[in-house]
């Protein structure tokens, strides 16, 4: 079955402290993944996207993740975090079934900055 | 421009109520979402909706209903509520198919005892 795990549920860093944020996917293919971030009291915000080329994507915010295919990993990472980047973030994978394409998304990682 | 909204921003129900909960969008979208979020557990897709007076059943789908009479409302339903039900709930909608380009609203907090 297809699944997304995160396995971390909570990180602390430090502001101005580098991050990174792990997702491993179960998938037959590579699927199209992404992250997510989700601000207290809102709702979700698509950070970036992977669907095929390079493997290193950048999104808003100053967050990249990298795909590696060999590890069926797609870890989100930021060189200096900042207090605002406190939110909960989801890793989703989007399996085409040849029908409406759905997301399958990970239990998320909260993290929280310290000053 | 508004996006997304939902409506209430909060309930609280007794075990066996009903409420119905509505999201607009004034993005013209055609398709639209609704999920709940428990802890621990992501997102899940309970139904979505491909177009004006269509609904499609998503992931967790039973105990609910919902409705798209007209493009820019689609309302879910919930005829009998059950402790379980207890979560947050989003509405989404996205232009197309995309359903990875979509845009959340702000939640409903439903809580049933």
């Known amino acids: 079955a297809q699944s997304v795990t995160q396995p971390d549920i909570h990180i602390t860093v430090s502001e101005g402290a580098s991050l990174e944020l792990r997702c491993n996917y179960s998938?037959?293919?590579?699927?199209?993944l992404f992250w997510y971030v989700q601000s207290p009291g809102q709702g979700l915000q698509l950070l970036l996207k992977?669907?095929?080329?390079?493997?290193l994507v950048q999104g808003i915010k100053g967050f990249e993740a990298e795909f590696k295919r060999s590890q069926s990993s797609f870890n989100l990472r930021k060189p200096s975090v900042h207090w605002s980047d406190a939110a909960e973030y989801f890793c989703?994978?989007?399996?085409?079934?040849?029908?409406?394409?759905?997301?399958?998304f990970g239990a998320g990682t909260r993290l929280a900055v310290h000053p | 421009n508004a996006g997304v909204t939902q409506t209430p921003k909060f309930r609280v129900l007794k075990t066996g109520q009903s409420m119905t909960l509505l999201c607009a969008q004034d993005?013209?979208?055609?398709?639209m979402y609704w999920y709940r979020q428990d802890p621990g557990m992501g997102l899940r897709l309970i139904h979505y909706?491909?177009?004006?007076?269509?609904?499609a059943k998503g992931e967790v789908p039973d105990g609910y209903n919902v409705s798209r009479l007209k493009k820019q409302n689609f309302l879910l339903g919930l005829e009998s509520a059950a402790p379980s039900q207890t979560s947050v709930y989003f509405c989404?909608?996205?232009?197309?198919?995309?359903?990875?380009?979509?845009?959340f609203g702000p939640g409903t907090r439903l809580t049933v005892l």
């Open positions: 998938y037959g293919a590579t699927p199209y």
């Open positions: 989404a909608s996205s232009i197309d198919r995309r359903i990875w380009e979509q845009f």
């Open positions: 993005m013209n979208h055609e398709y």
């Open positions: 909706s491909v177009g004006e007076g269509t609904t």
């Open positions: 992977y669907f095929s080329g390079d493997t």
């Open positions: 989703a994978v989007a399996p085409f079934s040849g029908g409406y394409n759905k997301l399958i």
